[in-house]
């Protein structure tokens, strides 16, 4: 396993080395391809762009997946419904997401742009910058919530219920014992959740291509959109290899600031 990723490794380290189109005879320019890559405003722009996106994704979907779980009853026929509910979206394929949302925000059939029609507002994700990033935001909410949610109820159901009736006792209000009891027993559950996602956000790719292909513009080309159309559009081998060992960079370090994170709460 290790030797069949070793491999590809060393052969995108060895493009990136040179220039090198499909076709041509390589030519080395040693990091020629990174200087380039680094002072690429396309390219810092993408950067940017998957980190608002990372943080916007969080802010929304952890504080929306523990209010969501703590609403979930504990016990009775209900449970097992929602269970089943929670986990239709995470069960459909990425490329399936992205179609459907594509259908949902069509400006002829869809009923988004009904629903914003009826409200006298206007909407189009091929026009408006604003609804096409907001529109790839929602989607990943809708899409990996639930998973936020299915981990949370799991910490909620593994605190000790002594907790709650020692507050109840010393007559603790419902945010007192939410702040000083929940948030902290879910401590390590929430940030497991942020790691996946994180992680997950970064490589995003099929649902905002096939949604919005970027567009319009340049405004949802995440970095992982940006460094395929280097490889599938650009032809230029070298630069693209340097661009995807960049992308790899900043998630490998992206991992190892979340997991000294989670080590530092005792998180194994």
Known sequence: MSLSSFIPLMTVINYSLHVLFAG????????????????SDPFLSAILRQFKFTAEILVIEIPLGVAL????????????FIFVLLGIPLLIPWNVVGIMWRILVRSDIGIVPLFFNRLGLYYNIAHSDVDAWWTVVLMDVWHWTPLVVLLSYAG????????????KVDGASKWSTFRYITLPKLRSVLIIAVL?????????YDEPFLLTHGGPGSTTE????????????????GFSSAVSLI??????VLCY???????KVGVK
């Open 156 to 167: 909620l159901r593994a605190i000790p219920q002594e907790f709650y009736q020692a507050a």
């Open 257 to 263: 600031i979340l997991y000294t994170s989670m080590k």
């Open 222 to 237: 995440l970095l992982s959109i940006y460094t395929s159309r280097q490889v599938i559009g650009g032809f230029n081998m």
């Open 196 to 204: 996946l996602r994180a992680m997950d956000s970064f490589k995003i």
């Open 24 to 39: 041509s005879i390589p030519k080395f320019i040693g990091l020629q391809n990174y200087i380039d890559a680094l002072h």
């Open 69 to 80: 779980a703590l609403t979930m009853p504990k016990k009775g026929p209900w449970v097992g």
């Open 247 to 252: 992308y790899f960079y900043i998630v490998l």
